[in-house]
């Protein structure tokens, strides 16, 4: 299926969202996402399902000293 992420498309065989970030190598525990213009719950992220054309951004949480 072919999704818009971080502005670019983008082809995932991934169903659901959290598929797709272990697909990335992006742990939710680590990263804001936004999908279809809402921030989701880290909670919801096994269970939003991916959708042909829906856009996608991650936003990673990097801290440091």
């Given at each position: 299926m072919?999704?818009?992420?971080?502005?670019?498309?983008?082809?995932?065989?991934?169903?659901?969202?959290?598929?797709f970030l272990a697909e990335k190598g992006i742990s939710p525990a680590n990263a804001v996402v936004e999908y279809r213009g809402e921030i989701l719950d880290p909670g919801a992220l096994e269970a939003a399902r991916l959708e042909e054309g829906a856009e996608l951004n991650v936003y990673r949480i990097v801290s440091g000293g």
């Amino acid at each position: 299926m072919q999704i818009i992420y971080q502005g670019k498309s983008l082809e995932t065989s991934a169903a659901f969202l959290a598929a797709f970030l272990a697909e990335k190598g992006i742990s939710p525990a680590n990263a804001v996402v936004e999908y279809r213009g809402e921030i989701l719950d880290p909670g919801a992220l096994e269970a939003a399902r991916l959708e042909e054309g829906a856009e996608l951004n991650v936003y990673r949480i990097v801290s440091g000293g």
